[in-house]
């Protein structure tokens, strides 16, 4: 049996034609041609059930939240809440107290750096994270490092795109104050050994961070399992709306932190004299939320619960290898990221064409994929490059799309070599 009909055969209970009929931007045409959507790493696409829950809200349920007296607000803020929930059953958080909304996975990085870390660093500390990070998570350790005379320490990556676990015990010193690391590189696709990474920082008494932002659409994230200090997420990457994120800490810690904004929600009481803060996850949320974007997230949730995250990562799973072992035979091209343990990322280059000159032809034929530095700008001077280029899967993919993807790939190669 070829590998697209072994997938058929195991899809069984997978229906992905199915799935796909939720996605209606799907059956859209980019360029004259099906849109072949290869992206889903910078965002995935909305099902109905997400799409219907936003319109939803606005046309039947909408109010603010925790402020009205009146029927519509108090169904509101309910639904808020239940939102919260499954976020809390999804993550199997131990309290929904420990879930703070925030705009993306960008902003609790932020908000853990400004309201956690930053008062516990001096001159000459240290901050840990790993080469193969996205921006998100070296910019706010650098910002504040800056601030406090400390700096932010890279631990080195594998050829094949692994991270070096010896090299980075080795970097764990007294003056290390955090932690963070990501869980699935959105470059390389490698699965980080998250466990080993939490051990090592519970060994050294160093609170610990995990960027979960491609973690939670491919992987059951269990926070009480892991015992992290804090994991992120974003709501746009898991079938969510953007605008919304999550900030997952353990309540000690978001109890001893200040609030990272001020304002409404966020207060206990407010007077010229002094203002006390409501308790978490209120605390750090000030202002009026992405009240719709948030029940929406709940919608996303209870679609992935559906299908069920093991049957997506096996599907995933599926068309990695099956696009791997297809992309390889175009001639030139170069894998930037070959563990063993990966989610469904495809990162390359082209002999003689650029990056951008792939994604342009590509778009041609009606494929999306990712072209530049995605973000992971030191990773890419890791491996000499200044940009690649990057298909990703989510749950909607099919090996048509990898056939799609292949057969353009060879006629830009043909091209340009
Ligand atoms: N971390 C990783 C690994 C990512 O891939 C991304 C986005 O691509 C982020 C963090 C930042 O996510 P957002 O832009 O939603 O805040």
């Given at each position: 049996?070829?590998?697209?009909?072994t997938?058929?055969?195991r899809a069984?209970?997978f229906d992905v034609e199915a799935?796909?009929?939720?996605?209606?931007?799907l059956a859209?045409?980019?360029?004259g041609?099906?849109l072949?959507y290869?992206d889903?790493?910078a965002?995935?696409?909305?099902?109905r059930?997400v799409?219907?829950?936003?319109?939803?809200?606005?046309?039947?349920?909408y109010?603010?939240?925790?402020?009205?007296i009146?029927?519509?607000?108090?169904r509101?803020?309910?639904?808020h809440?239940e939102?919260?929930?499954?976020?809390?059953?999804?993550?199997?958080?131990?309290?929904?107290?420990e879930?703070?909304f925030?705009r993306?996975?960008?902003?609790?990085i932020?908000?853990?750096?400004?309201?956690f870390?930053?008062?516990?660093?001096g001159?000459g500390?240290?901050?840990?994270?790993?080469?193969?990070?996205?921006?998100?998570?070296?910019v706010?350790?650098?910002?504040?490092?800056?601030?406090?005379g400390?700096?932010?320490?890279?631990?080195?990556?594998?050829?094949a795109?692994?991270?070096?676990?010896?090299?980075?015990?080795?970097l764990?010193?007294?003056?290390?104050?955090?932690?963070?690391t990501?869980?699935?590189?959105?470059?390389?696709?490698?699965?980080?050994?998250?466990?080993?990474i939490v051990?090592?920082?519970?060994?050294h008494?160093?609170?610990?961070?995990i960027?979960?932002?491609?973690?939670?659409?491919?992987?059951?994230?269990?926070?009480?399992?892991?015992?992290a200090?804090?994991?992120?997420?974003?709501?746009?990457?898991l079938?969510?709306?953007?605008?919304?994120g999550?900030?997952w800490?353990?309540?000690?810690?978001?109890?001893?932190?200040?609030?990272?904004?001020?304002?409404?929600?966020?207060?206990?009481?407010?007077?010229?004299s002094?203002?006390?803060?409501?308790e978490i996850?209120?605390?750090f949320?000030?202002g009026?939320?992405?009240i719709?974007?948030?029940?929406?997230?709940g919608?996303?949730?209870?679609?992935?619960e559906?299908?069920?995250?093991?049957?997506?990562a096996?599907?995933?799973?599926?068309?990695?290898?099956?696009?791997?072992?297809?992309i390889?035979?175009?001639?030139?091209?170069?894998?930037?990221?070959t563990?063993?343990e990966?989610?469904?990322?495809l990162?390359?280059?082209?002999?003689?064409?650029?990056?951008?000159?792939?994604g342009?032809m590509?778009?041609l034929d009606?494929?999306?994929?990712?072209?530049?530095?995605?973000?992971?700008?030191?990773?890419?001077?890791?491996?000499?490059?200044?940009?690649?280029a990057?298909a990703?899967?989510?749950?909607?993919?099919?090996?048509g799309?990898?056939?799609a993807?292949?057969?353009?790939l060879?006629?830009?190669?043909?091209?340009?070599?």
């Open positions: 049996m070829n590998d697209a009909a997938i058929a055969t069984e209970t799935i796909r009929v939720e996605f209606p931007i859209t045409e980019m360029q041609r099906p072949v290869l889903s790493a965002s995935t696409q909305k099902p059930a799409i219907d829950a936003l319109a939803r809200v606005y046309e039947a349920d109010a603010n939240i925790h402020r009205g009146y029927d519509l607000s108090q509101a803020s309910a639904m809440d939102a919260r929930r499954k976020v809390e059953r999804f993550i199997n958080a131990r309290d929904w107290r879930i703070v925030t993306n996975a960008t902003e609790a932020n908000l853990v750096a400004q309201c870390t930053a008062a516990k660093l001159p500390d240290e901050i840990l994270v790993s080469e193969m990070e996205h921006h998100a998570n070296i706010p350790w650098q910002m504040i490092a800056e601030a406090k400390a700096k932010v320490v890279a631990a080195p990556v594998t050829d795109g692994e991270l070096d676990l010896e090299a980075f015990e080795r764990i010193k007294p003056e290390t104050r955090m932690i963070a990501v869980w699935v590189s959105n470059v390389l696709g490698t699965i980080n050994p998250v466990t080993e051990g090592l920082a519970k060994a008494g160093i609170p610990v961070l960027d979960a932002a491609q973690a939670v659409q491919h992987l059951p994230v269990d926070v009480q399992t892991l015992d200090d804090f994991i992120v997420f974003s709501g746009h990457k079938y969510g709306p953007s605008g919304v999550v900030l800490g353990k309540a000690a810690h978001l109890d001893a932190m200040p609030p990272y904004q001020g304002g409404g929600d966020m207060i206990e009481r407010v007077s010229f002094g203002t006390t803060w409501n996850p209120f605390k949320e000030a009026t939320p992405d719709a974007g948030i029940i929406a997230l919608a996303a949730i209870d679609f992935v559906r299908i069920g995250i093991e049957a997506i096996r599907h995933e799973a599926e068309l990695l290898g099956y696009g791997t072992r297809a390889q035979q175009v001639p030139g091209l170069r894998l930037i990221g563990a063993p990966k989610a469904s990322v990162t390359f280059t082209l002999e003689g064409a650029h990056p951008q000159d792939i342009m590509l778009d009606g494929i999306a994929i990712r072209t530049g530095h995605h973000c992971a700008m030191p990773l890419h001077e890791r491996f000499g490059l200044s940009a690649s990057r990703s899967f989510g749950v909607y993919n099919t090996t799309d990898i056939d993807l292949t057969k353009s060879h006629r830009v190669a043909g091209m340009f070599q």
